[in-house]
């Protein structure tokens, strides 16, 4: 399992924040927040896998793309940015020694608080 940091997810989240796309939430919220199964079925039938990963910062490219597998480090609710899915997700990659994305996640943060009016 080779996660590494996926930069169009990475370009989409900072676009998202600068255009105030964000939930504000802590992360707690995050349990609740986190898109389900059925969530991302939907998201996949309507979207396709291609936007589906676009709202996870990590891709392990040895997993079929098709495969929600290859995806880790969801930040959003394919709508917003949610804060407490950063949140999570810097912790996770602290936890696992993802240290690109944890440091991707801490920037995306230090970003929706610098932007919080």
């Known amino acids: ?9 990475l370009k989409l989240a900072r676009s998202l924040v600068r255009e105030g796309e964000v ?16 969530d991302e079925n939907r998201f996949i039938k309507e979207h396709g ?9 990590g891709i392990d490219k040895s997993e079929n793309p098709e495969t929600k597998q290859a995806y880790s480090f969801p930040f959003g609710d394919f709508r917003k940015v949610r804060r407490s899915g950063v ?3 810097e912790s996770r990659a602290g936890q696992y020694d993802h240290d690109e994305i944890r440091d991707e996640l801490r920037k995306l943060l230090e970003l929706i608080d610098s932007a919080e009016g």
């Open 23 to 38: 939930v504000r939430d802590e992360r707690d919220d995050w349990s609740e927040a986190a898109p389900g199964a059925a």
């Open 1 to 9: 399992m080779a996660i590494e940091l996926n930069r169009p997810a």
């Open 87 to 89: 949140i999570s997700g």
């Open 49 to 57: 896998w291609t936007e589906f990963s676009h709202w996870h910062l």
